[in-house]
């Protein structure tokens, strides 16, 4: 595996845990569309943003090696990023709908 099919692989499953909890939880759902976007974005931020804790791409693929145990963490951290994106665009949007 590459970096960048991991960076890939870790955005399907932010758009996939959206989506779940969009179809679970229809309180939080912004459609299809909406959920996949804010999966993506969810899922980007949260790596972005905590990924130089040594779990990013880079990281999991150090000199060719693959490294499970990262991966495992990085597949986490975006489901966590997908949904947790959701959460907070509805409790905005909610906010501002008052």
Same mark, same amino acid.
């Given at each position: 595996?590459?970096?960048?099919?991991i960076?890939? @692989?870790?955005?399907?499953? #932010? @758009?996939?845990?959206?989506?779940?909890?969009?179809?679970?939880?229809? +309180?939080?759902?912004?459609?299809?569309? #909406?959920?996949?976007? $804010?999966?993506?974005?969810?899922? @980007?931020? $949260?790596? +972005?943003?905590? %990924?130089?804790? #040594?779990?990013?791409?880079?990281?999991?693929?150090?000199? %060719?090696?693959f490294? #499970?145990?990262?991966?495992?963490?990085?597949?986490?951290?975006?489901?966590?990023?997908g949904?947790?994106?959701l959460?907070? $665009?509805?409790? @905005?949007?909610? +906010?501002?709908? +008052?």
């Amino acid at each position: 595996m590459t970096a960048t099919l991991i960076s890939l @692989i870790s955005i399907l499953t #932010g @758009i996939i845990a959206a989506n779940l909890l969009g179809y679970f939880r229809e +309180k939080y759902s912004f459609g299809f569309t #909406g959920n996949t976007l $804010i999966g993506v974005f969810g899922s @980007i931020l $949260i790596i +972005k943003s905590f %990924g130089r804790l #040594g779990f990013d791409p880079w990281s999991i693929m150090t000199d %060719g090696n693959f490294d #499970g145990s990262l991966f495992t963490i990085n597949i986490l951290v975006s489901v966590i990023g997908g949904a947790f994106g959701l959460v907070v $665009i509805k409790l @905005i949007t909610s +906010k501002l709908n +008052k």
